[in-house]
């Protein structure tokens, strides 16, 4: 997301400047917390640089005076430090301890420009960026947070406008994520094309994952028959909102008896409204989705 905030901002406005909402949300949320060193344990920098460092390199072999991985990884840290400029980037990175940035894979004393730096950026392909961060997060995630053996787990696929990206033109960077509900982490993220919309990138964007035991959430836009094939193809389920894109499902189920529904139950409590939401759906009508024989949506099935 960083990345392409940069491309977008240089690209369309030709100068270097980074998008405030990004690091300005990461700024609150760390506002009360104090770093001497970068927020992150020292010992999995080499692995978050082997990560970057498999993003293709636009850079002339000639002219490579640094690695990729360990300049992409350095500069993600001074950002989510709260450098909000490429030269505060860059200036970070000088003042980190020399033996920190020797473990990131970048030894010495780095001169760094930060309009060379703002080059490089905009000509990353923003999508490997995502698809490396991504698979190194969804890592961490795995080590992290065990599963049970048949459990369930929570991924919700959205779509939002990033702040701060808007052209002259009036168009803005569009992204498209996929998060775990329980660890609130994004395990992959692709941006939407200018003149498309979120369903063809609903299928490339979840092909890398192993959706086994996952459970994917997603608006009503996304309630499609090739969407709901593929998630059973690949292992996964789908708990799916249906409204008037899909007349004939949306028609079928208001007939369902509704009113014979009990909660089973219920709260107010803010904060997790989509799981919420969600479970108090499923409790509330065991019966719901009995008409699926006659839906033909992809194994639809009552919602015990």
Partial sequence: MIVGCLRQSIKNRGRVRVPSSPINVLARHLEHVT???????????PALAEVLDTVPDPRDRRGRRYRLGPLLALSLLAVLGGATSL??????IAEYDPRLRARAGLPGTPRLAASTLGRLLAR????AFDTAICGYLASLTACATPSHQGSLTGLAVDGKTLRGSRTPNGTA?????????????????RQIEAKSNEIPTFTPLL????????????????????????LIAAGGHYLFIVKGNQPTLQRRLKALPWREAVLN???????????????QAVRAVPFALRCSAGTKHPRSVRAD
């Fill in 35 to 45: 770093f001497s060193d970068p927020p992150i344990d020292p010992l999995d920098l």
């Fill in 124 to 127: 990353l392909d923003d999508d």
């Fill in 265 to 279: 139950d219920r709260t107010d409590e803010q904060g997790h409204a989509l799981e919420l939401a969600a479970g």
């Fill in 173 to 189: 960077v569009h992204l498209l994520a996929a998060t775990r509900h329980d660890t609130q982490t994004v395990v992959a993220q």
């Fill in 207 to 230: 092909s890398r994952l192993d959706l086994t035991h996952m459970v994917i959430t997603a608006d009503a836009l996304h309630t499609q028959h090739e969407h709901a094939r593929h």
């Fill in 87 to 92: 030269a505060k980037i860059t200036r970070v």
